[in-house]
Each structure stands twice: as structure tokens, then as C-alpha cells.
């Protein structure tokens, strides 16, 4: 039998050729799929960003009227100026000029919103402070020409909004998440803080937090996808029926949807705590419409203080 050495030798370097195609088609399915599984991802590249966790008493001197800063957005790591206009019980800031309003809706992707999120001030003495903006012009502004009619609310650790003079749990929570310390206070809730904070995230739309507040007997992915239908979420009343059960009454809007409907779930509490982790199974009737009572029409986007009331 004759061997034609030619033919054989490109063979075996088209074998090759593929094998090494084929071994790095494999490595980068693995790589991407790692952090990929179906499960709601952490925002990666800024997550290690952290503030430090000062009271609020503190931070009304280390930034006061009239003076700057630099704010970062922890999850899109987007910075802008601003100034510090007012603000009694919480930081009353402006943009500093019409690029840092820009920046600072581009991180609202493109859309102002009551939305909490959770972001660095760094002063100028380049002291890095955990705090939560809401991202909604309103009230007198100041500044000519930075394109921002109004201003917005920066809160700090225990701040409290101007109109009710109290701690509002949501900036509370982007507070923890910017300063790192989210799990340390998870592990220091009770039970119907659980409850409180999960349902707190839900409405933030902050699923990476809602996650670690479910229980890992399940994978939760399916539900936090599921549960992204949501577009607005608030408890009405917690009541206890044993030392794990509690019945939840909410109001909820979905997303695209033009009514406001109440929504009733009993909510199982895993009794291996703290931290306490909730039953996912448990919050699958928020999702079932046939069981909701609409309340109220949507007329439009609902401002926080309309939610509040």
C-alpha cells in the first residue's frame, strides 16, 4: 500500500487545527458561562467599591452648604460633580454644570427616577462616604445652565427625608450596599426585617440583594426573573401567625401595567437563622393576577411621594 506522505501530513495538521479551535471554543463557553448560570448577576466591575459608614450628624460637617464633591455610582462606576445646595436632614445637591447632568442620567440609563442607588460621595479632602441618591429633579435649583430643574436627595447613614422626618428604609439599604456592610446587617435583622428588606430590594429593583435573602435550598433565578415583572412593590401589613409565617398584604404595579392591585401571600421563614432566609415558594402568589384586587388606577409614573402617601 503506498502512503501519500503529503496528504497525510495535512491531514494531521488540519486534525490539529481543529482541536485547538474546538479546545478554545470550549474554555470560552466555560469562561462565560461561569458567572452566566441564569442567575441574577452582581455588577462586577464595581462591586469592591465601598464608602465609609458615617452617620449622617457627621457628614452634615464634612460637606457643607455650598462646598463639592464627587459622586460615583457603584454600579456603573459613572462619576459627576455636584454641589451641596441645602438640605437640613439629608443632602440637597445639584450637578455642578451640564455634563455632570448628563453623566448622572446616564447612569439612570437615560431616564431620572425616584430609583435608590448606591453611590460614593468623595469629598474634597478625598474622604469616600457611602450614600444613596434618588435620581429626580425637583424643588428649586440654582445652578444656571446644568441643564438639572431642580435638585436631588443624597441620604447617609440614619438621614431622613424632609417631609416625613423619618429613616427611609430603601436609601438605608443603598447606603449598606455602598459601604459593603449588607451582609453584616442582614445577619442583624429579625425575622420581619427580612421581610421588610426583601420586599424593600424588590421594589429597588435590586435583585442581587433580594437574592441573598432567599433561601438556597432552591435556585431563586428563575423567581427573581420572574419577579422582575414588578415594576413598584410596598407592604401595606406584616402580621405574624407563628414564629416562621407571616401574612403579607402589598400593593403592587406591574411593569406596563395602568392598575394598582393588593396582593395577599403567607411568607415562610427558614428557621435555621439568623440570618433568616425566606421560602421562595412563598413568593409565587404575588405573581398569580387572578387572586390580586386592583385599587387604583396608574395614571402615569407614580413619584415616591405619591407611593408613600
Known amino acids: 500500500m503506498v502512503i501519500n506522505i503529503r496528504v497525510h501530513r495535512m491531514m494531521i495538521v488540519a486534525t490539529g487545527a ?34 465609609e459608614f458615617l452617620p449622617w450628624n457627621e457628614v452634615d460637617k464634612l460637606f457643607p452648604k455650598g462646598s463639592t464633591a464627587m459622586v460615583v455610582d457603584v454600579d456603573s462606576g459613572i462619576s459627576f460633580q455636584v454641589q451641596r445646595r441645602g438640605g437640613t436632614s439629608h ?11 448628563a453623566a448622572m442620567k446616564q447612569a439612570y440609563n437615560g431616564h431620572w427616577s425616584w430609583r435608590r442607588r448606591a453611590v460614593i460621595v468623595i469629598l474634597p479632602n478625598e474622604r469616600n462616604i457611602a450614600a444613596s441618591m434618588a435620581g429626580m429633579p425637583h424643588g428649586q435649583g440654582a445652578i444656571p445652565n446644568n441643564d438639572f430643574d431642580g435638585h436631588f436627595c443624597i441620604h447617609f447613614r440614619d438621614s431622613k427625608t424632609h417631609g416625613s422626618h423619618k429613616v427611609d428604609p430603601a436609601h438605608q439599604m443603598m447606603v449598606w450596599k455602598a459601604s459593603g456592610t449588607i451582609d453584616e446587617h442582614i445577619q442583624a435583622l429579625d425575622r420581619e426585617g427580612v421581610i421588610a428588606l426583601l420586599f424593600t430590594a424588590l421594589d429597588q429593583r435590586e435583585y442581587s440583594i433580594a437574592s441573598r435573602l432567599i433561601h438556597p435550598d432552591v435556585d431563586s433565578s428563575p423567581l427573581l426573573l420572574e419577579l422582575q415583572r414588578i415594576e413598584r412593590i410596598k407592604i401595606d401589613n406584616l402580621k405574624a401567625l407563628d414564629e416562621n409565617k407571616f401574612t403579607v398584604d402589598v400593593r403592587i404595579i406591574f411593569v406596563d401595567s395602568t392598575q394598582e392591585v393588593r396582593q395577599k ?45
Do not use: C, R
Open 91 to 101: 443632602v440637597d445637591a445639584q450637578p455642578l454644570t451640564a455634563a455632570d447632568t
Open 265 to 309: 401571600t403567607l411568607v415562610a421563614i427558614n428557621g435555621e437563622g439568623p440570618p433568616w432566609k425566606i421560602d421562595a415558594s412563598s413568593l409565587v402568589p404575588l405573581l398569580e393576577p387572578e387572586t390580586a384586587t386592583v385599587i387604583n388606577p396608574v395614571d402615569g409614573w407614580y413619584s415616591q411621594e405619591d407611593w408613600e402617601q
Open 18 to 51: 481543529t482541536f485547538v479551535i474546538l479546545v478554545a471554543i470550549l474554555l470560552t463557553f466555560v469562561f462565560l458561562s461561569k458567572d452566566n448560570d441564569g442567575a441574577i448577576p452582581e455588577p462586577a466591575p464595581h462591586d469592591a467599591m465601598h464608602g
